[in-house]
């Protein structure tokens, strides 16, 4: 017993270093390992698959909105940043340069892509010509480098796995529709499928995204009370079609501006759910993104292995055919209270136990990772009790993480309050704004939080500004974020 124990003790719990807690986490439920690479990360595939489920249920999203994939190249010419000006200033602190190959210097300097505006607005020049090509609907799914100074795995790295959707419309109504619309196709794929609330609005402009007109965010709360930026959609308006010349021929057969588009989540989501539904015991995944769902555990002793390792075998095959992400763990150098504490630390959702006894009364023992509950199920009925106990874990992990994100959601009407309340205990804030940069620095200066966004909904709108006490423009959520 002391073995399975130490087991969990070589995670640190979160309340003692909540920083330490994560990288212990990722590392021992294998998920990823360092690269020679500095900020650079390799995907085991423990890891690596909650990225794959992740990438088909929003590819499906995407596609049945009438996007297509297509893929651009990594290298982008020098001059393309020159165009964008504002775009250029936001992404040269983290630009990595290739100057040289083959053993030669390149005319042209080229960077790696820390993100696709340029290259793709210059192929879009190409391509958009009528209002008949329009509206164009791509996305990509890609690796971007941004040569981070301090890096976190999963969060924060130099190299990162995104999608990132690029669109061209005929007019601002349809492209701010577009922009709108994918924003809360990332709202019901974040709370639906990873089970985390989210805040939906608008960024500052101090926030937005490089060259864009508005940006707009969802905002998630980790354990620790910081923040994650979990998605962002922007509306260019016509600043990359005018800097690229993206120009189309309009019904009245006069020469326009494309109005464009650009979306985009991360592999920071993974660390995302890492932080938001993990515990002391190690990793906690919601069903619907785990890559094991259920993890089957023979037991009871050697003379009656055979027997129940046998039926163990014939219920997996059932679960596996009715399409439940299932294994089986019929190892013997290991004990039963050894692999409980594993697959629990592992994040699997739904633990399932078999031995002589449950052979003889046609049952199982069925755990949640989440609860603890435990349900004594038929086997004949078990294929729905499974899928009915993924489901209520699902639900759980989503109310349980909007409960904590409203338990640490704050309302505050002057910088001492939200001072004494970063110092006290991190979390959301909600303040007013006046709508000056001075003020909103002022606030990241005094406490170390950013604004995350203007919310759509608020429970309360605040009258005057928490620094310089002027009538408020907005009620904005601050928080420290990663």
């Known amino acids: 017993m002391s073995k399975d124990k130490q087991f969990v003790k070589e995670i640190t719990p979160q309340g003692e270093d909540f920083s330490r807690w994560y990288i212990d986490v990722i590392k021992k439920a294998d998920l990823m390992d360092y690269s020679p690479v500095r900020g650079c990360i390799v995907f085991k595939p423990e890891g690596y698959e909650?990225?794959?489920?992740?990438?088909?249920?929003?590819?499906?999203?995407?596609k049945e909105t009438g996007h297509r994939n297509a893929y651009f190249p990594l290298f982008i010419p020098e001059s393309f940043f020159q165009k964008e000006k504002e775009h250029v200033e936001g992404f040269n602190p983290e630009l990595p340069w290739v100057t040289e190959a083959a053993g030669e210097k390149l005319e042209e300097r080229l960077a790696i892509r820390p993100t696709s505006e340029t290259m793709i607005g210059h192929m879009y020049a190409k391509w958009i010509q009528s209002?008949?090509?329009?509206?164009?609907?791509?996305?990509?799914?890609?690796?971007?480098?941004?040569?981070?100074?301090?890096?976190?795995?999963?969060?924060?790295?130099?190299?990162?796995?995104w999608q990132e959707g690029h669109t061209a419309h005929e007019t601002e109504e349809e492209a701010r529709e577009e922009t709108m619309r994918m924003l809360d196709i990332y709202r019901a794929f974040v709370e639906d499928f990873l089970s985390i609330p989210v805040i939906v609005g608008q960024k500052t402009p101090s926030e937005k995204f490089a060259g864009a007109r508005d940006t707009y965010s969802i905002e998630?709360?980790?354990?620790?009370?910081?923040a994650v930026q979990a998605g962002t959609s922007h509306y260019m308006g016509t600043n990359f079609a005018e800097a690229f010349d993206i120009k189309f021929l309009d019904r009245d057969n006069q020469l326009q501006f494309a109005h464009t588009t650009s979306w985009g989540v991360s592999t920071r989501l993974i660390g995302a759910l890492i932080m938001v539904h993990g515990d002391d015991r190690g990793l906690n995944l919601p069903p619907k993104v785990?890559?094991?769902?259920?993890?089957?555990?023979?037991?009871?002793?050697?003379?009656?292995?055979?027997?129940?390792?046998?039926?163990?075998?014939?219920?997996?095959?059932?679960?596996?055919?009715?399409?439940?992400?299932?294994?089986?763990?019929?190892?013997?150098d290991q004990s039963p209270g050894w692999k409980f504490n594993e697959y629990e630390m592992r994040g699997v959702p739904l633990r399932l136990e078999i031995g002589p006894r449950d052979m003889e009364n046609g049952q199982v023992v069925l755990v949640?990772?989440?609860?603890?509950?435990?349900?004594?199920?038929?086997?004949?009925?078990?294929?729905?009790?499974?899928?009915?106990?993924?489901?209520?874990?699902?639900?759980?992990?989503?109310?349980?993480?909007?409960?904590?994100?409203?338990?640490?959601?704050?309302?505050?009407?002057?910088?001492?309050?939200?001072?004494?309340?970063?110092?006290?205990?991190?979390?959301?804030v909600l303040a007013g704004w006046c709508g000056s940069d001075?003020?909103?620095?002022?606030?990241?200066?005094?406490?170390?939080?950013?604004?995350?966004?203007?919310?759509?909904?608020?429970?309360e709108h605040k009258s005057q500004c928490l620094v310089c006490e002027e009538n408020a423009k907005h009620t904005v959520v601050f928080a420290r974020a990663y």
């Open 131 to 161: 209002y008949r090509d329009l509206p164009l609907l791509v996305n990509q799914w890609a690796n971007v480098v941004r040569w981070e100074k301090r890096t976190l795995p999963f969060l924060r790295t130099s190299e990162f796995l």
């Open 368 to 428: 949640s990772r989440h609860s603890g509950e435990k349900r004594i199920v038929q086997q004949d009925r078990l294929i729905e009790e499974v899928r009915t106990m993924l489901d209520d874990i699902q639900k759980q992990m989503y109310e349980d993480a909007k409960s904590f994100m409203q338990d640490n959601f704050k309302s505050v009407d002057t910088l001492d309050e939200m001072r004494g309340m970063m110092e006290q205990k991190r979390g959301f």
């Open 290 to 332: 785990a890559p094991t769902q259920l993890i089957m555990i023979p037991i009871g002793p050697a003379k009656t292995r055979e027997q129940v390792v046998a039926k163990a075998d014939e219920l997996y095959a059932e679960l596996k055919a009715a399409g439940i992400r299932v294994r089986i763990d019929d190892r013997t």
């Open 438 to 459: 001075a003020c909103e620095h002022t606030v990241k200066e005094e406490t170390g939080a950013t604004s995350r966004n203007i919310p759509f909904e608020v429970s």
């Open 220 to 226: 998630a709360m980790m354990k620790d009370g910081r």
């Open 50 to 62: 909650i990225w794959e489920l992740m990438q088909r249920e929003l590819d499906a999203k995407f």
